[in-house]
């Protein structure tokens, strides 16, 4: 079949809407089907041996490093030159709304994959009081999709009440060998800790919607490092909140393998995170969690089975998780050990498989099965 994939985002921006895109245009490459894709530039020509066009893109206000596409008109020529059996939207906003149009005016089936709460990163960059027109603009894209994928039943429940139609479940993949305990690097431990016993850490974007400011009241911990592994505007002022904590800036590959496995304790800090892939990295690799009690993570972390959760807001609380499993190497192995279980079966070839049997609903003209939340 004939894929258009026209994203939000996508290289050289690296965050979970550019992984699960890469990863979804793999799968088509592997098994045999064509596609093209439609992103913000700048970015690459070629991935997985498809095109990739690049259309205009403008820095978000606060965030000026984070495109965000353009809905030109050339984005319904270019599918209409591709001639696509079915076109996916990758977390769409604005370049998504061209391409649901286009498909629209094309006559193509259009799956949508919600992945950002769009609401609570403006509400995290000052924009307070948009909700509504923000919910109004959403509804208004998904309900031209024939189906909407979304990553977890916090959001499912989420874009049910604010009246998004024809919803199903599609969680995330995770590559458990590059994920893995195995990647643990006594030396680069070594070097991180210096002299305290216990990493305490962080991967993702260091981006004021993530809230990596929180990690500040865990830092003073009696034999606590605090690690930040990436990159992203609030690093220069995370560095001045925490001056003891380590900063390897962004990793990737064997490097940013070894720094998940190296960690005693993983500390999710953002609230509005639709799935929370970092998480899931991080249970792969056999470190347990602390994470927010809401959004993605509800799906991931049972709570004193693979990790802990805290109240969102409660800092306090989130510091007493984190000082619960420094204080106990047996609770940390038992509770790594099980995360890595829960996460096993999780393949993307399988996530993958399951993208392409709602692609087949689609294109078969069946009514997509709507997944009801037990």
């Not at 800036?249 to 800090?269: M, N, R």
């Not at 070839?349 to 689609?362: F, I």
Request: hydrophobic letters at 45%; glycine letters at 10%; charged letters at 20%.
């Amino acid at each position: 079949m004939r894929v258009a994939v026209v994203t939000e985002s996508f290289l050289p921006q690296v965050n979970g809407v550019t992984n699960t895109v890469g990863r979804i245009l793999e799968h088509l490459a592997a098994h045999g089907h064509d596609a093209l894709v439609v992103a913000p530039r700048p970015g690459p020509s070629v991935y997985a041996g498809f095109p990739v066009v690049a259309v205009p893109g403008v820095g978000l206000p606060g965030y000026r490093e984070f495109k965000l596409g353009l809905p030109t008109r050339r984005v319904e020529r270019l599918l209409r030159e591709f001639g696509p059996d079915l076109v996916h939207l990758a977390s769409p906003i604005a370049l998504g709304a061209a391409g649901a149009r286009a498909a629209r005016r094309l006559g193509v089936p259009c799956v949508a994959v919600f992945q950002t709460d769009v609401a609570g990163f403006a509400r995290a960059y000052g924009f307070r009081g948009t909700d509504a027109m923000i919910w109004s603009w959403i509804r208004h894209i998904h309900r031209q999709a024939d189906i909407t994928l979304v990553p977890s039943r916090a959001s499912y429940e989420q874009l049910s009440a604010q009246g998004v139609p024809r919803l199903a479940l599609w969680a995330r993949g995770v590559d458990a060998a590059r994920f893995n305990p195995a990647h643990r690097d006594q030396t680069l431990r070594e070097w991180l800790l210096g002299d305290r016993e216990v990493l305490v850490g962080y991967v993702g974007r260091l981006a004021g919607d993530k809230r990596v400011h929180l990690l500040a009241c865990l830092a003073d911990l009696p034999k606590v490092r605090i690690v930040a592994v990436g990159d992203g505007p609030a690093a220069p002022s995370l560095r001045a909140l925490i001056p003891s904590a380590a900063l390897p800036g962004f990793l990737s590959g064997q490097a940013l393998s070894a720094a998940y496995a190296s960690l005693d304790v993983f500390v999710h800090t953002g609230a509005d995170d639709t799935f929370g892939q970092c998480v899931q990295e991080a249970m792969a690799s056999g470190v347990p969690v602390v994470a927010p009690a809401v959004g993605g993570p509800l799906d991931l972390v049972r709570h004193e089975h693979t990790g802990l959760l805290f109240a969102p807001d409660d800092t306090d609380e989130l510091r007493r998780r984190v000082a619960e499993l420094v204080a106990s190497p047996a609770l940390r192995a038992r509770y790594g050990a099980k995360a890595r279980e829960a996460v096993l079966t999780r393949s993307w070839a399988s996530v993958c498989d399951e993208l392409l049997g709602h692609y087949s609903q689609v294109l078969t003209g069946r009514r997509p099965l709507e997944h009801a939340l037990g």
